[in-house]
């Protein structure tokens, strides 16, 4: 069984970075496809971004040149990181590996303007 757990998050001021990661353990495929999604209060969650099994990833419009996504295969841990932070990018982050249907239990991000 895969499990996922997320960490990271805070409270920052709007312009402000944080890096958020994704530690898996279990029996895995380390290169993996990976998403980040988010979903804020009272909104549908939204994929944010995704690398696949040959590293190309793929950024939300609404995040792109702002957020990275990237992995470290050795420790099986894939990152978001996130800069320039913006009010609109309050929301809890959600890790998912799609191969395993594992999904983390997510991380609160709150930015303040």
């Known amino acids: 069984q895969v499990q996922l757990v997320e960490s990271g998050g805070g409270s920052v001021q709007a312009g402000e970075s944080l890096r958020l990661s994704c530690a898996a353990s279990?029996?895995?495929?380390?290169?993996?496809?990976m998403n980040w999604y988010r979903q804020a209060l009272g909104k549908q969650r939204e994929l944010v971004a995704s690398i696949s099994s040959d590293g190309a990833t793929i950024h939300a419009g609404s995040v792109k040149g702002r957020f990275t996504i990237s992995r470290d295969n050795a420790k099986a841990t894939w990152y978001l990181q996130m800069n320039s932070l913006k009010p609109e990018g309050a929301a809890v982050y959600y890790c998912d590996l799609p191969r395993y249907d594992s999904w983390g239990q997510g991380t609160q991000v709150t930015v303040s303007s």
């Open positions: 279990g029996t895995i495929f380390r290169l993996t496809a």
